[in-house]
Protein backbone atom coordinates (compact mmCIF):
# COMPACT_ATOMS: atom_id res chain seq x y z
CA UNK A 1 0.00 0.00 0.00
CA UNK A 2 1.50 4.05 -0.80
CA UNK A 3 2.19 5.78 2.05
CA UNK A 4 -0.39 8.75 0.62
CA UNK A 5 -3.19 6.03 1.17
CA UNK A 6 -1.50 4.92 4.44
CA UNK A 7 -2.04 8.36 5.86
CA UNK A 8 -5.78 9.04 4.87
CA UNK A 9 -6.04 5.41 6.86
CA UNK A 10 -4.60 6.46 10.09
CA UNK A 11 -5.93 9.74 10.24
CA UNK A 12 -9.55 8.27 9.74
CA UNK A 13 -8.17 5.86 12.98
CA UNK A 14 -8.10 8.53 15.05
CA UNK A 15 -11.01 10.20 15.27
CA UNK A 16 -13.08 5.90 15.08
CA UNK A 17 -10.96 5.35 18.39
CA UNK A 18 -11.69 8.91 19.95
CA UNK A 19 -15.66 8.09 19.06
CA UNK A 20 -15.58 4.39 20.64
CA UNK A 21 -13.63 6.20 23.92
CA UNK A 22 -16.38 8.70 23.97
CA UNK A 23 -19.15 6.11 24.19
CA UNK A 24 -17.68 4.41 26.89
CA UNK A 25 -17.24 7.50 28.60
CA UNK A 26 -21.46 8.02 27.84
CA UNK A 27 -21.95 4.30 28.48
CA UNK A 28 -20.48 4.47 31.92
CA UNK A 29 -22.29 8.07 32.97
CA UNK A 30 -25.20 6.61 32.09
CA UNK A 31 -25.13 3.45 34.52
CA UNK A 32 -23.94 5.81 37.19
CA UNK A 33 -26.78 7.83 36.88
CA UNK A 34 -29.07 4.62 37.09
CA UNK A 35 -27.06 3.74 40.28
CA UNK A 36 -27.73 6.79 41.68
CA UNK A 37 -31.71 6.70 40.98
CA UNK A 38 -31.57 3.38 42.16
CA UNK A 39 -29.85 4.17 45.36
CA UNK A 40 -31.72 7.02 45.90
CA UNK A 41 -34.81 4.76 45.91
CA UNK A 42 -33.39 2.07 48.02
CA UNK A 43 -32.96 4.87 50.88
CA UNK A 44 -30.17 7.38 51.93
CA UNK A 45 -27.21 4.55 53.19
CA UNK A 46 -27.13 2.57 49.98
CA UNK A 47 -27.56 6.57 48.65
CA UNK A 48 -24.07 7.31 49.87
CA UNK A 49 -22.62 3.83 48.75
CA UNK A 50 -23.24 4.70 45.66
CA UNK A 51 -21.88 8.83 45.84
CA UNK A 52 -18.51 7.06 46.73
CA UNK A 53 -18.20 4.36 45.24
CA UNK A 54 -18.68 6.16 41.66
CA UNK A 55 -19.13 4.80 38.19
CA UNK A 56 -17.39 1.42 39.17
CA UNK A 57 -18.10 -2.06 38.79
CA UNK A 58 -18.57 -3.78 41.75
CA UNK A 59 -18.87 -7.65 41.97
CA UNK A 60 -21.18 -9.55 44.11
CA UNK A 61 -19.23 -11.33 47.13
CA UNK A 62 -20.38 -14.55 47.69
CA UNK A 63 -22.56 -15.25 50.54
CA UNK A 64 -20.17 -16.44 53.67
CA UNK A 65 -20.55 -20.52 54.93
CA UNK A 66 -21.52 -20.86 58.18
CA UNK A 67 -18.42 -22.01 60.29
CA UNK A 68 -19.09 -24.58 62.92
CA UNK A 69 -16.62 -24.04 65.80
CA UNK A 70 -16.01 -26.00 68.18
CA UNK A 71 -14.32 -26.81 71.95
CA UNK A 72 -11.38 -28.59 70.82
CA UNK A 73 -10.98 -28.91 75.15
CA UNK A 74 -13.83 -30.16 75.44
CA UNK A 75 -14.03 -34.18 74.90
CA UNK A 76 -16.83 -36.08 73.91
CA UNK A 77 -17.62 -38.14 76.96
CA UNK A 78 -19.39 -40.91 76.03
CA UNK A 79 -20.62 -42.16 79.88
CA UNK A 80 -24.43 -41.34 78.44
CA UNK A 81 -24.06 -43.73 75.63
CA UNK A 82 -22.41 -46.78 78.18
CA UNK A 83 -25.15 -46.10 80.60
CA UNK A 84 -27.93 -46.62 78.07
CA UNK A 85 -25.69 -49.96 76.74
CA UNK A 86 -24.80 -51.90 79.82
CA UNK A 87 -28.90 -50.91 81.28
CA UNK A 88 -30.02 -52.90 77.90
CA UNK A 89 -27.33 -55.55 78.19
CA UNK A 90 -28.28 -56.57 81.84
CA UNK A 91 -32.34 -56.66 81.13
CA UNK A 92 -31.36 -58.61 77.89
CA UNK A 93 -31.54 -62.17 77.15
CA UNK A 94 -29.01 -64.50 74.59
CA UNK A 95 -32.30 -66.96 74.64
CA UNK A 96 -34.81 -64.09 73.74
CA UNK A 97 -32.94 -62.26 71.26
CA UNK A 98 -36.21 -60.47 70.01
CA UNK A 99 -37.13 -58.89 73.26
CA UNK A 100 -36.85 -55.42 73.44
CA UNK A 101 -33.47 -54.62 75.87
CA UNK A 102 -32.02 -57.62 73.78
CA UNK A 103 -32.54 -55.26 70.58
CA UNK A 104 -31.90 -52.41 71.80
CA UNK A 105 -28.08 -53.88 73.64
CA UNK A 106 -27.56 -55.46 69.44
CA UNK A 107 -28.09 -52.39 68.05
CA UNK A 108 -25.88 -50.25 70.43
CA UNK A 109 -22.99 -53.03 70.40
CA UNK A 110 -23.42 -55.65 67.29
CA UNK A 111 -20.53 -57.00 67.93
CA UNK A 112 -21.41 -58.13 72.12
CA UNK A 113 -22.44 -61.26 72.92
CA UNK A 114 -25.37 -60.94 75.30
CA UNK A 115 -25.91 -62.60 78.44
CA UNK A 116 -27.97 -65.67 79.33
CA UNK A 117 -28.70 -65.59 82.93
CA UNK A 118 -30.51 -68.33 84.70
CA UNK A 119 -33.99 -68.86 85.28
CA UNK A 120 -33.47 -68.49 88.78
CA UNK A 121 -31.19 -65.12 88.34
CA UNK A 122 -30.91 -62.08 90.78
CA UNK A 123 -33.57 -59.66 89.36
CA UNK A 124 -32.97 -56.92 87.06
CA UNK A 125 -30.61 -53.78 88.10
CA UNK A 126 -33.05 -51.15 89.78
CA UNK A 127 -31.24 -48.37 88.63
CA UNK A 128 -27.97 -47.96 86.11
CA UNK A 129 -25.70 -44.72 86.73
CA UNK A 130 -22.44 -44.06 84.59
CA UNK A 131 -20.17 -42.76 87.76
CA UNK A 132 -16.74 -42.43 86.13
CA UNK A 133 -15.10 -41.64 82.73
CA UNK A 134 -11.29 -42.22 82.07
CA UNK A 135 -9.91 -41.62 78.50
CA UNK A 136 -6.96 -43.61 77.91
CA UNK A 137 -6.09 -41.82 74.25
CA UNK A 138 -7.37 -39.47 71.88
CA UNK A 139 -11.23 -40.71 71.13
CA UNK A 140 -10.75 -44.06 73.83
CA UNK A 141 -12.19 -44.41 76.90
CA UNK A 142 -13.29 -46.71 79.57
CA UNK A 143 -16.78 -45.48 81.63
CA UNK A 144 -17.23 -47.17 84.65
CA UNK A 145 -21.05 -48.14 85.12
CA UNK A 146 -22.75 -48.97 88.64
CA UNK A 147 -25.97 -50.99 88.53
CA UNK A 148 -27.77 -51.21 91.81
CA UNK A 149 -30.65 -53.86 92.68
CA UNK A 150 -33.64 -53.58 94.79
CA UNK A 151 -31.50 -55.54 98.03
CA UNK A 152 -29.39 -52.79 97.88
CA UNK A 153 -26.59 -54.13 96.30
CA UNK A 154 -24.24 -52.64 93.82
CA UNK A 155 -22.23 -53.81 91.27
CA UNK A 156 -19.43 -52.25 88.58
CA UNK A 157 -19.14 -52.33 84.98
CA UNK A 158 -16.17 -51.06 83.02
CA UNK A 159 -17.72 -50.19 79.25
CA UNK A 160 -14.77 -49.88 76.79
CA UNK A 161 -15.94 -46.98 74.30
CA UNK A 162 -15.28 -44.69 71.85
CA UNK A 163 -15.92 -41.63 71.09
CA UNK A 164 -15.53 -39.28 68.01
CA UNK A 165 -14.00 -35.70 68.13
CA UNK A 166 -17.89 -33.42 67.88
CA UNK A 167 -19.58 -36.90 70.30
CA UNK A 168 -21.19 -37.02 66.93
CA UNK A 169 -20.88 -40.68 67.39
CA UNK A 170 -19.48 -43.66 69.86
CA UNK A 171 -19.06 -47.07 69.83
CA UNK A 172 -19.14 -49.98 72.42
CA UNK A 173 -15.32 -51.89 71.29
CA UNK A 174 -16.48 -54.60 73.66
CA UNK A 175 -17.87 -56.66 76.10
CA UNK A 176 -18.62 -55.14 80.07
CA UNK A 177 -15.81 -56.08 82.44
CA UNK A 178 -17.01 -56.05 86.53
CA UNK A 179 -14.99 -54.29 88.36
CA UNK A 180 -14.24 -52.82 91.68
CA UNK A 181 -16.04 -49.69 92.60
CA UNK A 182 -14.62 -46.36 92.94
CA UNK A 183 -12.41 -45.70 96.31
CA UNK A 184 -14.09 -43.00 98.36
CA UNK A 185 -12.42 -40.17 98.67
CA UNK A 186 -11.08 -38.37 101.90
CA UNK A 187 -13.48 -35.49 103.33
CA UNK A 188 -11.60 -31.89 103.10
CA UNK A 189 -11.05 -29.97 106.51
CA UNK A 190 -14.52 -27.83 106.77
CA UNK A 191 -14.13 -24.81 106.66
CA UNK A 192 -17.11 -23.79 109.32
CA UNK A 193 -15.46 -24.84 113.19
CA UNK A 194 -17.52 -21.98 114.76
CA UNK A 195 -20.66 -22.95 116.54
CA UNK A 196 -23.55 -20.10 115.76
CA UNK A 197 -25.53 -20.06 119.48
CA UNK A 198 -29.70 -21.42 119.02
CA UNK A 199 -31.79 -18.46 119.36
CA UNK A 200 -29.43 -15.76 118.52
CA UNK A 201 -30.38 -13.34 115.51
CA UNK A 202 -28.22 -15.10 113.67
CA UNK A 203 -30.12 -18.51 113.76
CA UNK A 204 -33.09 -16.94 114.03
CA UNK A 205 -32.40 -15.39 110.61
CA UNK A 206 -31.34 -18.19 108.75
CA UNK A 207 -34.33 -20.09 110.50
CA UNK A 208 -36.98 -17.58 109.20
CA UNK A 209 -35.64 -17.18 105.85
CA UNK A 210 -35.28 -21.40 105.59
CA UNK A 211 -38.40 -21.50 106.63
CA UNK A 212 -39.77 -19.17 104.25
CA UNK A 213 -37.76 -20.67 101.10
CA UNK A 214 -38.83 -24.45 101.80
CA UNK A 215 -42.55 -24.05 103.23
CA UNK A 216 -43.96 -20.84 101.65
CA UNK A 217 -44.73 -19.63 104.79
CA UNK A 218 -43.67 -15.66 104.31
CA UNK A 219 -41.98 -13.87 101.73
CA UNK A 220 -38.44 -14.47 100.85
CA UNK A 221 -37.53 -11.04 99.81
CA UNK A 222 -37.84 -9.48 103.26
CA UNK A 223 -34.36 -11.51 104.52
CA UNK A 224 -32.89 -11.04 101.77
CA UNK A 225 -29.74 -8.20 100.89
CA UNK A 226 -30.16 -5.14 98.78
CA UNK A 227 -29.47 -6.47 95.18
CA UNK A 228 -29.86 -10.38 95.82
CA UNK A 229 -33.02 -12.21 93.97
CA UNK A 230 -34.36 -15.75 95.06
CA UNK A 231 -37.62 -17.00 94.84
CA UNK A 232 -39.12 -19.78 97.27
CA UNK A 233 -38.92 -23.62 96.01
CA UNK A 234 -42.23 -23.98 94.70
CA UNK A 235 -44.75 -25.86 94.93
CA UNK A 236 -43.62 -25.64 98.82
CA UNK A 237 -41.82 -29.27 99.53
CA UNK A 238 -42.02 -29.01 103.11
CA UNK A 239 -44.75 -27.83 106.07
CA UNK A 240 -42.37 -27.39 109.03
CA UNK A 241 -38.47 -26.68 109.28
CA UNK A 242 -36.69 -26.39 112.24
CA UNK A 243 -32.88 -25.43 112.86
CA UNK A 244 -30.60 -28.52 114.20
CA UNK A 245 -27.26 -26.85 114.49
CA UNK A 246 -25.63 -23.59 112.55
CA UNK A 247 -21.62 -23.37 112.30
CA UNK A 248 -19.46 -20.54 110.73
CA UNK A 249 -16.32 -19.77 109.29
CA UNK A 250 -15.61 -16.75 110.87
CA UNK A 251 -16.10 -15.94 114.92
CA UNK A 252 -18.00 -12.43 113.82
CA UNK A 253 -21.25 -15.02 113.48
CA UNK A 254 -21.27 -16.38 116.61
CA UNK A 255 -20.64 -12.77 118.43
CA UNK A 256 -23.89 -11.54 120.75
CA UNK A 257 -24.60 -8.76 118.69
CA UNK A 258 -24.79 -7.86 115.33
CA UNK A 259 -21.99 -6.73 114.20
CA UNK A 260 -21.05 -3.19 112.20
CA UNK A 261 -22.88 -2.90 109.02
CA UNK A 262 -21.11 -4.50 105.83
CA UNK A 263 -19.96 -7.36 107.75
CA UNK A 264 -19.61 -10.65 106.02
CA UNK A 265 -20.13 -14.48 107.52
CA UNK A 266 -20.70 -17.75 105.83
CA UNK A 267 -22.31 -20.24 108.02
CA UNK A 268 -23.79 -23.51 107.42
CA UNK A 269 -27.22 -24.66 108.41
CA UNK A 270 -28.14 -27.94 109.57
CA UNK A 271 -32.35 -28.49 109.65
CA UNK A 272 -34.85 -30.71 109.87
CA UNK A 273 -37.36 -30.72 107.34
CA UNK A 274 -41.33 -32.86 108.02
CA UNK A 275 -43.54 -32.86 105.15
CA UNK A 276 -46.65 -35.97 104.79
CA UNK A 277 -44.15 -38.61 103.69
CA UNK A 278 -41.47 -37.88 107.05
CA UNK A 279 -38.71 -36.21 108.28
CA UNK A 280 -35.85 -35.02 106.21
CA UNK A 281 -32.33 -33.88 107.03
CA UNK A 282 -31.34 -31.61 105.13
CA UNK A 283 -28.04 -28.58 104.96
CA UNK A 284 -27.57 -25.34 103.25
CA UNK A 285 -24.34 -22.90 103.00
CA UNK A 286 -25.41 -19.25 103.29
CA UNK A 287 -23.46 -15.92 103.28
CA UNK A 288 -25.27 -13.41 105.37
CA UNK A 289 -24.24 -9.21 105.43
CA UNK A 290 -25.08 -7.13 108.80
CA UNK A 291 -27.42 -4.15 108.03
CA UNK A 292 -28.69 -1.88 110.43
CA UNK A 293 -28.51 -4.33 113.56
CA UNK A 294 -29.87 -7.41 111.16
CA UNK A 295 -28.58 -10.09 109.12
CA UNK A 296 -29.43 -10.56 105.65
CA UNK A 297 -28.85 -13.53 103.39
CA UNK A 298 -26.44 -12.17 100.53
CA UNK A 299 -25.90 -15.58 98.69
CA UNK A 300 -27.20 -19.48 98.93
CA UNK A 301 -24.67 -20.82 97.74
CA UNK A 302 -26.18 -24.17 97.24
CA UNK A 303 -29.03 -22.30 95.66
CA UNK A 304 -29.75 -19.84 92.65
CA UNK A 305 -29.37 -16.17 94.69
CA UNK A 306 -28.67 -13.75 91.60
CA UNK A 307 -27.16 -10.78 91.33
CA UNK A 308 -24.98 -10.45 94.42
CA UNK A 309 -25.35 -14.33 95.92
CA UNK A 310 -23.87 -17.54 95.01
CA UNK A 311 -24.60 -20.15 92.86
Known amino acids: MSPGKQAPESQAAAPMASGIELKRIRRRIRLSRLALFTAIAAGPVALGIAVMSGPTTVAAA ?84 AAQYADGSVRYYAVPMTAGRGGESFAVTGAPGVVAGPVRAEAATSPYSVTVPSGGDLSSAVGEFLTAYLTGAGEVDRYLAPGVKLSAVSPAPYTTVTVQ ?41 LTLKARSGRWEVKALESGTAQNGGGR
Do not use: C, I, M
Request: proline content about 8%; overall charge negative.
Open 245 to 285: QVLAAQEAAAAAAVPADGTEVRVQVAVEARDEAGRWPLAYE
Open 62 to 145: PAAKPTTVRNASAAADPAGYAQLFLSAWLRSDADDATSAQSRLAHSLAPNVDLPDPAADAQPKPASVTAVRSARRTDGVWSVTV
